[in-house]
């Protein structure tokens, strides 16, 4: 699909998985699930090297899933991330991809919301992500969860001390958890067995601060796609339910 985005001010390319029996069934409007990419990767990614629709397909016709349109854009970290000499690293890598987020929220969105039979309401949104993918899934979601209810992070990048900046982390979103298992009914924390503690350090921190999380771990996988196909499989059925 080829729609103008005014905010980065050009013609963009989104590629739109559409479920089956989506055309004969014209009075039905579906969830949408937003799914990013990785680091020096694009909107491709998921359809030739994630095989997305075989998965989706699958678990569809088994029952195991929702019907659901999947759009996967181009996250603007085509480029592997490198700070320029001298400069602040953490101010840098802050702004890589950062144009995605007003573009998704302001331009693509409602392009898909407009086009499709897509449901508006936030139990109909879900969005997630790989690698530098699950860091911009975690940093729009969680700073605009009025308009996300899943969130899904696949080796998902996570900048902070688990064991010091959960309450203050993403304008302080997981202060009261109370209201945020109200408001985010899956929130999916994926990775490989081979890539480290480092999610499930935080997903036991965030359990410990009343946060209800999913943890999963792809058995003999590293950061790797074996590892975010797993995990797709594994998080689509636990959407839109």
Not at 34 to 47: K, N, P, R, V
Not at 118 to 138: I, K
Not at 161 to 187: M, R
């Amino acid at each position: 699909v080829y729609y103008y985005s005014k905010t980065m001010n050009e013609t963009r390319r989104c590629f739109v998985y559409t479920p089956p029996a989506y055309d004969a069934n014209t009075k039905i409007k579906y969830p949408v699930l937003y799914l990013q990419h990785g680091m020096a990767e694009d909107e491709t990614g998921w359809s030739n090297q994630g095989h997305m629709n075989y998965i989706l397909d699958n678990l569809i016709a088994e029952g195991k899933a929702k019907p659901m349109i999947v759009v996967m854009e181009s996250g603007n970290i085509e480029e592997a991330f490198r700070a320029h000499p001298g400069a602040d690293v953490a101010r840098e890598r802050n702004q890589f991809g950062a144009s995605f987020t007003p573009m998704l929220l302001n331009d693509l969105i409602p392009m898909v919301e407009s086009r499709f039979r897509a449901r508006t309401d936030r139990e109909g949104r879900a969005m997630a992500g790989l690698s530098w993918g699950g860091f911009q899934t975690f940093d729009i979601t969680l700073k605009n969860i009025e308009k996300f209810a899943y969130i899904g992070g696949f080796s998902g990048a996570l900048f902070l001390n688990p064991q010091t900046e959960i309450k203050t982390a993403y304008n302080g979103v997981f202060a009261d958890p109370i209201s945020f298992n109200k408001k985010i009914k899956v929130l999916f924390l994926g990775i490989g067995s081979s890539e480290g503690s480092r999610t499930k350090t935080l997903s036991d921190a965030l359990k410990a601060a009343g946060i209800n999380n999913i943890y999963y771990e792809s058995a003999n996988s590293a950061h790797e796609w074996h590892t975010w196909r797993r995990c797709l499989f594994q998080f689509a059925p636990l959407i839109f339910k």
